[in-house]
């Protein structure tokens, strides 16, 4: 089989040349591009609990980098708020036939989560009464610390958030006394209310309708690995023969489906991606490879469908231009350059992209960009001779990479 270095879907601006059709290039925001209206990116801010031990806090905070107090609230206060507001409620809500009592909340549960643009704080309160838990999910405004509250209860604990994109939805996984990931949720959190849930009946009517692999009431979802893109939300649960199983679902609930892949977290380059399921994935050379096999490949070499590495390096200081020269450097001391290091616009994601021949009278598409304060370089040979879409296939992979 040959080897290549394969990643990302085609470029245009970097694949014109050789007359690859592809993606339309958007210019580079600068360095003046606008940050978040309280000047702060999304990385200044962090959530304390306090204290910091035990099951639940008796005070939250939002701290900057220099650990500035940017918001606080204690319990004692939040309870005050809840005795005032409880009218959210149309009936007031109730735990094993009991009525929550709006001033009586002991602490903060331990999940929370600032939005994206760093403008608010998403928390929750629970009740617990007979085996059931209730949450009220509740957002700050960070800067005035203005509170709301979700009009609608969630039953069981929260695990995690993780917001939209735009900042309008939350997503959130919910365990109970039987299990954790047990719920799902949206919430939208712009008008304050419940958008949409999903159980173990919304999943078993997709994956068992005839109810030939699990009695109801026996199967355990286990809800994780929540991601949001492009107006979908992405998550996995346990499939009834243990196999684990990702899923999609529209921003508004609708359009339940599975899909057609599988995660891959790499402990070696602290890295996470989702790839087809007919792919193989191994570590190879110190990066992370994903081979797509086609049919009508043969057998010594992929000349049908895909291979697609990915390398993370440390910043070291380096920008990602940097990085993407000293690649193409040591690249082209054996191999001939197609095109030169070029910033592009990738789905939203800024990146630095060249093309190299491969040796093999082929190309290798390569991608430069960072995430977390490293380097990540990917490379792909893309061979689709029956126009099967495999570049996006791989346009799928590179969207879903993320550092750990």
Avoid: C
């Avoid at 007359?19 to 925001?29: M, S």
């Avoid at 009525?99 to 994206?116: H, L, M, T």
């Amino acid at each position: 089989m040959k080897i290549f270095y394969g990643v990302l879907f085609v470029v245009a601006v970097i694949m014109i040349a050789v007359g690859y059709a592809g993606l339309t290039e958007e210019p580079v925001p600068g360095n003046d591009e606008p940050k978040p209206e309280n000047g702060l990116s999304e990385k200044d801010l962090r959530v304390e609990f306090v204290p910091e031990q035990g099951t639940g806090s008796q005070e939250i905070r939002v701290l900057n980098e220099a650990d500035e107090v940017m918001f606080q609230l204690t319990i004692e206060e939040l309870n005050r708020w809840t005795e005032d507001n409880w009218d959210i409620f149309e009936e007031p809500p109730e735990v094993a036939m009991r009525e929550v009592d709006p001033g009586g909340f002991g602490f903060f549960d331990r999940a929370a989560s600032i939005s994206p643009d760093n403008q608010r704080l998403v928390f929750s309160v629970s009740d617990y009464a007979a085996a059931t838990t209730v949450s009220f999910v509740i957002t700050a405004d960070i800067e005035s610390g203005e509170l709301d509250m979700v009009d609608e209860p969630a039953r069981g604990g929260v695990e995690e958030y993780v917001w939209s994109e735009d900042g309008d939805l939350i997503a959130y996984t919910l365990g109970t006394a039987r299990a954790g990931g047990d719920f799902l949720r949206v919430d939208d959190v712009r008008q304050m209310q419940k958008s949409f849930a999903l159980s173990e009946e919304e999943l078993l009517a997709v994956l068992d309708p005839d109810q030939e692999l699990v009695e109801a009431g026996q199967y355990m979802p286990s809800f994780g690995e929540l991601k949001w893109r492009d107006d979908r939300l992405y998550f996995s649960t346990e499939h009834p023969d243990n196999d684990r199983v990702r899923w999609s679902v529209a921003a508004d609930g609708s359009d339940l489906k599975m899909e057609d892949v599988v995660t891959y977290e790499s402990s070696r380059l602290d890295v996470y991606l989702e790839y087809p399921a007919e792919a193989e994935v191994n570590y190879e050379d110190d990066r992370v490879k994903v081979t797509y096999v086609g049919p009508d490949s043969q057998m010594t070499e992929i000349t049908d469908g895909f291979i697609f590495f990915v390398d993370v390096q440390e910043g070291e200081g380096r920008s990602v231009a940097e990085a993407a020269e000293q690649e193409f450097e040591e690249r082209t001391e054996a191999l001939e350059p197609i095109s030169a290091p070029e910033p592009v616009v990738v789905n939203g994601r800024e990146v630095t992209g060249f093309v190299i021949e491969d040796g093999l009278g082929g190309e290798q598409t390569f991608l430069v960009f960072s995430d977390d304060d490293r380097i990540i370089i990917t490379s792909q040979f893309i061979a689709d001779p029956h126009n099967r879409n495999y570049d996006q296939l791989v346009e799928d992979i590179f969207h879903s990479i993320e550092t750990l």
